[in-house]
């Protein structure tokens, strides 16, 4: 069971720790990671239970500003060499 969430939205200015508290209010945060200059952010939750409960109270809610979106994270896309690439 995914216990990762995406964090959509976010204001340039906002700190792992700022979005680390917020998230902390529904249950156990193990980690957050702020894609700076990026405006979106990943909070991974200490269980399924947990995510499931920030993302039901958290996602359209308004923080620094801003309406934030919650969704259940997807795993990263492999990424495929571009037409330039060569193998020599």
Known sequence: ?????????????VS???????FSGYGTVVEVKVIE???????EMGSQA???????ELHD???MGR???V??????????KGK???RY
């Open 61 to 63: 809610t308004q923080f």
């Open 1 to 13: 069971m995914q216990s990762k969430l995406y964090v959509g939205n976010l204001s340039y200015a």
């Open 71 to 80: 969704q259940e994270a997807r795993p990263p896309k492999e990424r495929q």
């Open 67 to 69: 309406t934030i979106a």
């Open 50 to 56: 947990d995510a499931e409960k920030a993302k039901k």
């Open 16 to 22: 792992s720790e700022q979005l680390k508290e917020l």
């Open 84 to 86: 330039y690439s060569r």
């Open 37 to 43: 200059g990026k405006g979106f952010g990943f909070v």
